[in-house]
Antibody
Framework: QLQLQESGPGLVKPSETLSLTCSVS??????????WAWFRQPPGKGLEWVGS???????YYNPSLESRVTISVDTSKNQFSLKLVSVTAADTAVYYC???????????????WGQGALVTVSS | QSVLTQPPSVSGAPGQRVTISCTGS?????????VHWYQQFPGTAPKLLIY???NRPSGVPDRFSGSKSDTSASLAISGLQAEDEADYYC???????????FGTGTKVTVL
């Protein structure tokens, strides 16, 4: 059974870089034809797609975050990672990783999801 | 970036049927992109509930059903149970924004 788990610092200072890693178990990132995604959910608010990565390293970002986001994959560790630079309080959220599922990019849904990691931006 | 509109809350007595609407536009649902639904309990991750408009993953009770028409979609819960109290989100793709989009979310309360 595929499982995902986020890890990383829970507190980041304003203007610094948020870094999270998603570890995948129960299956190989590189053997799957799936993309892998990051989402975030500010406290009490809705869900936002941050971006996605393919095992080959191809990336796709939300245009609203593209200038600050980098998503990468490490197939040797079966992990993919998120970096968000120049963070502000508005980036405070629970960050989730998930696997794309579906026949093609535009029709994808997401399953399963990691448990989530709360990242607070504060000095 | 919630371009899909849902009612903030719906409620019903145990055993009743409730529906949650998800209203989009010609660049997302109306463009033919599939709609998926997620269930989220407080403090936990979203869980896929309905995929490709009306399909249930293994393990999801058949009390949950989905439909899609024109620029909107709906999630129905029949035989409402206390354990169905949660937040529900619809999701699709938007070709104008080039992003996956989610609904504003609906809180289901069992009276």
């Amino acid at each position: 059974q595929l499982q995902l788990q986020e890890s990383g610092p829970g507190l980041v200072k304003p203007s610094e870089t948020l870094s999270l890693t998603c570890s995948v178990s129960g299956g190989s990132i590189s053997r799957s034809s799936n993309h892998w995604a990051w989402f975030r959910q500010p406290p009490g608010k809705g869900l936002e797609w941050v971006g996605s990565v393919y095992y080959s390293g191809s990336t796709y970002y939300n245009p609203s975050l593209e200038s600050r986001v980098t998503i990468s994959v490490d197939t040797s560790k079966n992990q993919f990672s998120l970096k968000l630079v120049s963070v502000t309080a508005a980036d405070t959220a629970v960050y989730y990783c998930a696997r794309h599922t579906g026949s093609s990019w535009f029709y994808n849904c997401f399953d399963p999801w990691g448990q989530g990691a709360l990242v607070t931006v504060s000095s | 970036q919630s371009v899909l509109t849902q009612p903030p809350s719906v409620s019903g007595a145990p055993g009743q049927r409730v529906t949650i609407s998800c209203t989009g536009s010609s660049s997302n649902i109306g463009a033919g992109y599939d709609v998926h639904w997620y269930q989220q309990f407080p403090g936990t991750a979203p869980k896929l509930l309905i995929y490709v408009n009306s399909n249930r993953p293994s393990g999801v009770p058949d009390r949950f059903s989905g439909s899609k028409s024109d620029t909107s979609a709906s999630l129905a819960i029949s035989g409402l149970q206390a354990e169905d109290e949660a937040d529900y989100y619809c999701q699709s793709y938007d070709s104008s924004l080039s992003v996956y989009v989610f609904g504003t979310g609906t809180k289901v309360t069992v009276l």
